[in-house]
């Protein structure tokens, strides 16, 4: 090659591709079968081994992959594809394999090689994208033809969540059209398990989306345990006279619906968290609708959806271990009293009004007094002054949130 660098780069060929197998399977979970397969790890094995060769064959003139090429890589999309692997493990994929290999053409350069490295480093950047797209569109192709329509549901979900390009292609493939922003809807569900996990949990995961499915046609899946996640669509519209849109109320109407027939399929109490975002920046959307559902409340049944306006003091205090430490002494104190903290709960959620708290508890006015003078007696704090009403309803939000019961 008369290069010092590309022969370099040769010489480390099959240690390098051993190395990129080896990180997939430490890295990414679904890649995980390459420890198990033989036949598998070899073919990952031959292909990494095939596409350092073919970057040393083109790269030093320049000369682009060929259609024979691009077929090759997106078969191998569509391998992995057929393992299992989904639309977020394939990213994770390609974004190791280019760190993987522009360090390997790093290490492998000497201050001699300046002019090779330009070289190279063009080539990959130019065919790094085309091959990219090709084993994307061999990934997506195989999925829309095997999968079943809720596994098909489900990558499309995660690749919106995940801001993909594929996200289009993939919603043509179930037959559901991409709105220009979403409602995202997580919806925690404490002891339920999540479809990759094995035996009939798994199986009854899938049966909830799929009655869900033919409900609410909808993106949505079970992306980790203890976790249902919804897209509804949230047409936006601008206010009269102001730069900021206003929440589509259909939406919010629709993401109801939703939640209620999530809660009864699973017979749980469920935390709901949702945000407003628009396609191609809804991972942001959804870190903070999870971020939400974890510190919302509750609920046996559902019936409200939690925003960030609704939790945001709980989020800063489950961030201050201190604090929440503090204040889970408190619940702890409470506990000693006579239904306290759900008396407390009552007595903020009806703005301190005594006889509607009352009534709400089935109890005596009286009753109701003799609690709050308990909580008094127990905590120091009077659960009517605005002290008490920053402290106590911070400490019922939390316990509500079954945040202090693991």
Avoid: K
């Avoid at 190791?96 to 190279?120: C, F, K, W, Y």
């Avoid at 308990?374 to 009077?382: A, E, I, K, S």
């Amino acid at each position: 090659m008369g290069s010092h660098l590309f022969a370099e780069l040769a010489r480390r060929t099959l240690d390098d591709a051993r190395h990129e197998v080896e990180v997939y399977g430490r890295e990414i979970p679904e890649y995980r079968f390459v420890e198990d397969d033989g036949r598998l790890r070899a073919e990952a094995l031959d292909y990494a081994v095939w596409l350092r060769h073919r970057t040393l064959e083109l790269a030093p003139e320049g000369t682009p992959l060929t259609q024979e090429d691009l077929d090759h890589i997106a078969s191998m999309g569509a391998s992995r594809a057929r393992t299992g692997m989904s639309a977020v493990s394939r990213r994770r994929v390609l974004g190791l394999h280019t760190n993987l290999m522009l360090r390997e053409i790093q290490e492998a350069s000497g201050p001699e090689n300046a002019d090779e490295l330009m070289r190279v480093m063009a080539w990959f950047t130019s065919q790094g994208t085309r091959g990219i797209d090709a084993y994307s569109r061999g990934h997506a192709a195989e999925q829309e033809r095997h999968l079943p329509f809720v596994a098909r549901v489900r990558a499309l979900t995660m690749a919106l969540l995940a801001d993909d390009a594929l996200a289009p292609g993939l919603a043509r493939a179930v037959g559901m059209s991409l709105a220009a922003s979403y409602e995202v809807v997580v919806v925690h569900v404490p002891g339920r398990h999540a479809p990759a996990a094995a035996g009939r949990a798994a199986a009854g995961c899938e049966g909830i989306v799929e009655a869900l499915l033919a409900r609410h046609r909808v993106p949505m899946a079970w992306p980790r345990a203890e976790e249902l996640v919804a897209l509804v669509p949230a047409d936006q519209d601008r206010a009269p006279g102001t730069a900021q849109p206003v929440r589509d109320q259909s939406a919010r109407d629709r993401a109801l619906a939703f939640v209620r027939d999530v809660g009864q399929a699973v017979a749980r109490p469920c935390a709901i968290g949702t945000s407003t975002g628009r396609v191609r920046a809804l991972a942001d959307a959804y870190a903070r609708a999870r971020r939400i559902s974890l510190a919302a409340p509750l609920q046996p049944v559902p019936r409200r959806l939690h925003t960030l306006a609704d939790v945001f003091v709980e989020l800063a205090v489950a961030e201050d271990r201190e604090t929440d430490t503090w204040l889970s002494g408190i619940a702890r104190s409470l506990a000693r009293g006579p239904e306290l903290l759900a008396t407390l709960e009552r007595y903020y959620a009806h703005d301190m009004h005594r006889r509607n708290t009352a009534a709400a508890l089935n109890i005596h006015p009286r009753t109701l007094d003799y609690r709050l003078q308990r909580v008094r007696q127990l905590t120091d704090v009077d659960p009517g002054s605005a002290r008490g009403v920053r402290i106590l309803s911070a400490v019922v939000a939390r316990a509500s949130s079954g945040a202090w019961t693991t």
